[in-house]
């Protein structure tokens, strides 16, 4: 949902022990992208893999996507972004990520747990205590969100807010692969546990922040897929509750409307977290499974 909008950002855009060394200027054509094209009967999907949240400084885009985009009469995201109702979505994220009875954060962490979140909520002078009414999923979006705009990502200037003032100005029609409440409750349905997991990681990566999404940005630019891998695909791994219910299980759920656009006549860019488009279990290699070929586009030399 990627953002927050209420959306996954966290998983996608933390969560990462990245070190790979920045490349010098000369390096920065002729590289993959993260995005992938598939071929229908008469018409191309495009898969764009992307960061909710970037930087102005993080535009222009590479050409190819430019092209992708020119290319599609359609684009499809995680949500369907120019139809979002802002006072239907705070009010489900009021119902489904705030506490509601006498209890607290602190009281469905436990108090081991919540001892080690305000020692490094402390650290990263986070105002822990501004979130003792919520629930843990929606303490570490909002964990997330406070640190990304400490250092300047805004969603306003992620991929899917850009595309859909383009595609606004273009008069091109934007649809969604699920709902905000579908979102909201994979979140809201998982386990105590697994929430709490999800915002220790959160805070736990708060001090490095800056350089975490850096070479996460610059990953993501070049389409290293193996870096990605290695590092914020694994790490969610870690969590297999996380990675089922944010990655696996809807990851399989698309795999039919993706299919089916490749009957049509137009072309479709498809936009969605890039941690959706990496690994065994990623789109991708999911749809290559079912006999799709699928190929890694590159930004050639400018």
């Known amino acids: 949902m990627n953002n927050n909008r209420p959306c996954f950002a966290a998983c996608v855009l933390a969560g990462l022990a990245l070190v790979l060394p920045l490349p010098s200027p000369a390096q920065n054509s002729g590289h993959p992208v993260s995005m992938w094209k598939l071929d229908g009967r008469s018409n191309s999907v495009y898969l764009l893999g992307s960061v909710h949240l970037l930087r102005a400084d993080d535009h222009p885009l590479p050409s190819i996507i430019q092209e992708a985009y020119e290319d599609a009469e359609t684009l499809i995201m995680e949500l369907d972004m120019d139809d979002l109702d802002p006072v239907e979505a705070q009010s489900l994220l009021t119902r489904l990520g705030l506490i509601h009875d006498d209890r607290s954060l602190n009281d469905l962490m436990g ?34 969100q406070l640190m990304l705009a400490r250092i300047g990502f805004n969603p306003q200037f ?104 490749l009957d049509k006549h137009d072309d479709y860019l498809i936009i969605v977290g890039a941690l959706h488009l990496i690994g065994d279990d990623g789109v991708p290699s999911l749809l290559a499974e079912r006999g799709r070929e699928v190929v890694q586009l590159r930004q050639t030399a400018q």
Not at 117 to 124: P, T
Not at 129 to 139: I, N, V
Not at 204 to 229: C, N, P, T, Y
């Open 111 to 144: 108090p081991e747990n919540y001892a080690e979140a305000e020692r490094l909520a402390n650290s990263a002078d986070i105002p822990l205590a501004m979130l003792a009414k919520s629930e843990p999923w929606l303490a570490a979006i909002t964990v997330e």
């Open 158 to 261: 992620g991929i899917e807010h850009y595309m859909m003032e383009k595609a606004g100005a273009d008069e091109k029609e934007i649809l969604g692969l699920e709902t905000v409440r579908e979102q909201l409750e994979f979140l809201d349905g998982m386990s105590l546990e697994a929430q709490t997991s999800l915002l220790l990681q959160s805070l736990k990566e708060s001090v490095d922040i800056q350089k975490i999404m850096d070479e996460l940005v610059h990953a993501w630019r070049h389409g290293d897929v193996a870096f990605m891998e290695d590092n914020m695909l694994d790490e969610m791994q870690q969590y297999p509750e996380l990675y089922r219910t944010i990655v696996v299980d809807r990851n399989v759920s698309w795999l039919e409307q993706i299919e089916d656009l």
